[in-house]
T-cell receptor
Framework: GAGVSQTPSNKVTEKGKYVELRCDPISGHTALYWYRQSLGQGPEFLIYFQGTGAADDSGLPNDRFFAVRPEGSVSTLKIQRTERGDSAVYLC?????????????????FGPGTRLTVL | GENVEQHPSTLSVQEGDSAVIKCTYSDSASNYFPWYKQELGKRPQLIIDIRSNVGEKKDQRIAVTLNKTAKHFSLHITETQPEDSAVYFCAALTSGGSYIPTFGRGTSLIVHP
């Protein structure tokens, strides 16, 4: 089946603009994660959804960042008043219900990312 | 929170040599340690993982070792091939929580033919 997809693959915007980044998880995956990856760094956690609700948003850097997942499938990461420092690759990952296995962990499958450039 | 350090940042080897990448973690509650391979411009993919109840796991040419006492774990690649060239990330997380991995900064492995 299809893997995790993200659109757009590239987004160039001007400082101060609003952007939306979309993630389509693997069908049946209830857990969805957003990460930000800067050049030369590992993925940095932003927010985690279990179903429709944000189970952990402790990684969002400030209130300009917001994410939704209204129907428990597709998720949108929204960034208001973009700044040059927001430039990075934004990765989405999904997995089966992380609570499904007692003491277990379900592999996260990553999307190809959206490269955001803020001029 | 968890802090993961990864070394080296760059590793250059000749084809056929072995490569070792090391990571340390700070949170003794971490009990699951995945390794991801990310080729240039592509998505990270899980290549091997280890849980805290074992000390070593092997899958063909790759192996991972874990020392819980010292809080470090390593990725070993034997008989390296040019297609092993990529950035490798280690991660640590605690099962039973939000399953949010903390990633290392990555190691760029270059295998020269």
């Amino acid at each position: 089946g299809a893997g995790v997809s993200q659109t757009p693959s590239n987004k160039v915007t001007e400082k101060g603009k609003y952007v939306e980044l979309r993630c389509d998880p693997i069908s049946g995956h209830t857990a969805l994660y957003w990460y930000r990856q800067s050049l030369g760094q590992g993925p940095e956690f932003l927010i985690y959804f279990q179903g429709t609700g944000a189970a952990d948003d402790s990684g969002l850097p400030n209130d300009r960042f917001f994410a939704v997942r209204p129907e428990g499938s597709v998720s949108t990461l929204k960034i208001q008043r973009t700044e040059r420092g927001d430039s990075a690759v934004y990765l989405c990952a999904s997995s089966f219900n992380t609570l499904a296995l007692a003491g277990g962990y379900n592999e996260q499958f990553f999307g190809p990312g959206t490269r955001l450039t803020v001029l | 929170g968890e802090n993961v350090e990864q070394h080296p940042s760059t590793l250059s080897v000749q084809e056929g040599d072995s490569a070792v990448i090391k990571c340390t973690y700070s949170d003794s509650a971490s009990n699951y340690f995945p390794w991801y391979k990310q080729e240039l411009g592509k998505r990270p993919q899980l290549i091997i993982d280890i849980r805290s109840n074992v000390g070593e796991k092997k899958d063909q040419r790759i192996a991972v070792t874990l020392n819980k006492t010292a809080k470090h774990f390593s990725l070993h690649i034997t008989e390296t091939q040019p297609e092993d060239s990529a950035v490798y990330f280690c991660a640590a997380l605690t099962s039973g929580g939000s399953y949010i991995p903390t990633f290392g900064r990555g190691t760029s492995l270059i295998v020269h033919p």
